[in-house]
């Protein structure tokens, strides 16, 4: 795949509507530790979330996010990172938790209304061992 240094590396970029690009963007790097990647004027932010990105477009036009939906990013320390998360005054909707497939997450809604969930891998677990069927495991 070609590189272009106008556009994030990871293969799956999700963008994310606020009403406001410039302070979600600010909420979202102070709440969450992600960084700013590229302004492109006042209509989209590309942020760095470890090495995965996301986008900040405008549009959401005041109205709450689709909470039907959310956003998954693994971390290293997922105590430390909620914390941070819950100081900075993010809402705080399932505490840190460790699941029998080995991960150990919690879930905070930002101030766009968007879900995030995120996830620390603290065991290798063999999906048949807690009920998953492994298809085609890469």
Not at 58 to 78: C, F, L, N, W, Y
Request: glycine share 8%.
């Amino acid at each position: 795949m070609r590189s272009n240094r106008s556009m994030p590396t990871a293969a799956v970029i999700p963008e994310l509507a606020y009403a406001d690009i410039t302070t979600a963007g600010d909420w979202l790097c102070d709440a969450f530790g992600f960084t700013i990647r590229l302004r492109i004027a006042d209509h989209r932010l590309q942020l760095n979330a470890s090495n995965g990105a996301l986008v900040l477009t405008t549009g959401a036009g005041g109205k709450p996010a689709d909470a039907a939906h959310s956003i998954m990013v693994r971390v290293e320390d997922v105590d430390r990172h909620y914390e941070r998360a819950a100081e900075r005054g993010a809402r705080i909707l399932r505490v840190p938790t460790t699941y029998p497939y080995g991960e150990r997450q919690y879930t905070a809604v930002d101030p766009g209304g968007h879900v995030w969930t995120f996830s620390q891998s603290v065991e290798d677990v063999n999906p048949s061992d807690w009920g998953g069927t492994p298809v085609n495991l890469i």
